[in-house]
């Protein structure tokens, strides 16, 4: 009999995975877990660990090789679990992980995790959305090449929505996401925050305004793992919060 994929999200630090997720990690065989992982949370488990991470614009271990190894051991019975950071739905690799445990006709459940816009939101003391200012929010990741950038999204048409902008992975074509933007009507004098490296202990959070995005991470050379947030609804930042 085949095993089950449990892919859960644990949040950015180990107290914000959920107990759900935690109950699966307990019962595991054999545990894949990511970089941004807080690795704390591994002592909850006797299982097999592999160290699965990959580093932007690095060649690390590709997803290939992750995929036989989510193969392989679903096939041996095994109680597979992908641990992933933030959350397994919001910019991974999770649907190609399904489908190869679906080929297999292993079990899959996904258990969500706090995503680092969440995380960031809280340090600020903040919303995401505001029924005032912003009724939604927009999720997109700048790990593209520039041509891609330019042809998967319609700046326009997002800052059109007039809603909060997120953006994952994006600080080597940052200043590029937002002359974009800017160009496409945002006003420059919009609420922001960088968030770099949250809940490790190099943290680092500026509050700032659109265009001056681009000249932070230059002058303090912003690295990922870090998050831009883009939005009106940043106007009531808590002043007295972690910033």
């Known amino acids: 009999m085949n095993g089950k994929l449990s892919i859960i999200g644990a949040g950015l630090k180990y107290d914000l995975i959920t107990m759900r997720g935690l109950n699966h ?4 065989n054999i545990v894949l877990y990511d970089r941004l992982i807080d690795e704390k949370i591994l002592k909850y488990t006797d299982a097999e660990k592999i160290d699965v991470g990959k580093l932007p614009y690095i060649h690390g271990l590709k997803q290939g090789k992750i995929n036989d190894l989510i193969r392989v051991n679903l096939i041996k019975g095994k109680n597979v679990v992908r641990l992933k950071g933030g959350d397994s739905t919001i ?3 999770t649907i190609e992980e399904i489908e190869i445990a679906n080929k297999t006709g292993s079990k899959v459940e996904i258990i969500p995790g706090v995503t680092s ?3 960031a939101a809280s340090k600020i003391g903040c919303a ?5 200012l912003s009724s939604g ?3 997109i990741t700048g790990h593209k090449a520039r041509e891609n950038l330019e042809k ?3 700046w326009k048409a997002i800052v059109q929505l ?7 992975m994006g600080v080597i074509n940052m200043g590029f996401i937002v002359n974009n933007l800017m160009r496409s009507g945002l006003n420059a004098k919009t609420p922001a ?22 000249k932070v991470i230059d002058e303090k050379s912003i690295t990922y793992p870090a998050i831009v947030i883009i939005g009106d609804v940043l106007s009531h930042i808590n002043k007295k919060s972690n910033v």
């Open 25 to 28: 990690l307990r019962d595991a």
């Open 91 to 93: 910019f991974s690799r």
């Open 117 to 119: 816009a969440s995380t």
């Open 128 to 132: 995401l959305t505001d029924r005032k």
């Open 137 to 139: 929010m927009i999720l």
């Open 152 to 154: 998967d999204y319609d």
């Open 162 to 168: 007039n809603i909060t902008v997120v953006i994952y």
């Open 193 to 214: 925050i960088i968030a770099e490296k949250l809940e490790m202990e190099s943290e680092r959070i500026f509050v700032i305004t659109a265009d001056k995005i681009s």
